[in-house]
């Protein structure tokens, strides 16, 4: 004869499917929940950074053409400002400036005496996520240029010229430019010739103070940076540039370049400020725009519902059976 519940018994049966529903909605709720905050996440990390190439002496802005065309080919914002080239205070005051009207991410790059400048604008600015230099100076705090080629001599002490200079208010200081005659075979050797004396005619002088001063601080001690060495390079020493990189623990790229490889090399110099980049942007997963994958925490989330679910329900039909068991 079959058994069948008390009164009693059938109103914890009840409350016995209530509560299994409820802890079903509950597990529902928090995948939806995982989700929503793995797409959400997925979304915010998928805004490309914003790049901005600080030339260095005796060049302009016009220097980067070849890499800004490449990048913004690639769906990047850039930006190339004009670095004054008054001083390393100066100058990198004014990039600092610069850079605190972007908003979002930075890779920050330099060239040549822009290195300096980055290194020091770049200093407590958390949005400035790598560091990229370019045959460049890159002075630990208490360097200058001047400290570092006493220690790695290269030929651009014949290369240049000194002319005074006044400024409004009785500023007064000097000016150094590259010698026309030298400035191919230091500055550019392969460029042809017709572009190198187009380069001297427009050259912009550096205050000789850009050189002297020291730094105070060092931004690549706390920023992941990459460095682009020029082997052929006659302005900075190679071997000064390898042991900036090695010193900062760089990500390092050589090739054959003379000292200006963004204008002789423009691709090699792109590959490396995209290789910066995409790393600024890493915690992104690697196929989020297509929406193929999600990132650890949702899978987490979603792999412990099956589990979850299996003990609730296993748990509500034991006590269900234990409910429907015959009275002795």
């Known amino acids: 004869m079959a058994a069948f519940p008390l009164p009693g018994a059938r109103r914890r049966i009840r409350r016995t499917h ?5 802890c079903a909605m509950a597990l529902c709720t928090t995948a939806v929940a995982a989700r929503a905050a793995g797409d959400g996440a997925t979304t915010s990390t998928t805004t490309k950074p914003t790049i901005v190439l600080v030339h260095g002496a005796f060049a302009d802005a016009s220097s980067w053409n070849g890499v800004v065309e ?3 080919r690639r769906g990047y914002t850039v930006i190339a400002p004009a670095n004054p080239l008054r001083g390393l205070y100066n100058d990198s005051t004014y990039i600092a400036s610069v850079l605190d009207s972007i908003k979002g991410a930075i890779v920050l790059v330099g060239h040549s005496y822009g290195g300096a400048v980055i290194s020091s604008a770049a200093a407590g600015n958390p949005r400035v996520k790598s560091l990229v230099y ?3 100076l890159m002075p630990d705090v208490g360097e200058s240029g001047m400290s570092l080629a006493t220690r790695f001599p290269s030929e651009l002490d014949t290369a240049t010229k000194s002319v005074p ?11 150094l430019y590259l010698k026309p005659d030298r400035l191919h075979q230091v500055f550019a050797a392969d460029l042809p010739e ?8 427009t050259q912009r002088p550096a205050a000789t103070t850009a050189f002297s001063q020291k730094a105070k601080v060092a931004a690549w001690k706390h920023i992941p940076s990459w460095f682009l060495v020029a082997k052929q390079d006659k302005t900075i020493n190679p071997d000064q540039e390898r042991f900036e990189a090695k010193r900062a623990g760089s990500h390092t790229v050589e090739i054959d370049s003379s000292h200006v490889a963004m204008i002789a090399h423009p691709q090699a110099v792109t590959d490396v400020v995209l290789q910066a980049a995409t790393a600024a942007d890493s915690a992104r997963p690697a196929l989020a725009a297509t929406g193929s994958t999600h990132d650890a925490r949702t899978e987490t989330a979603l792999t412990g519902i099956a589990p979850a679910s299996l003990i609730a329900g296993t748990g509500a039909v034991l006590l269900g059976r234990r409910l429907w068991r015959p009275a002795p």
Request: aromatic fraction near 4%; avoid cysteine.
């Open 18 to 22: 209530v509560m299994a529903a409820g």
């Open 70 to 72: 490449r990048l913004e």
């Open 134 to 136: 370019v045959s460049a």
């Open 165 to 175: 200079y006044r400024a409004d208010g009785g500023v007064s200081g000097t000016d």
């Open 194 to 201: 017709s572009t190198t004396r187009v380069l001297a005619v």
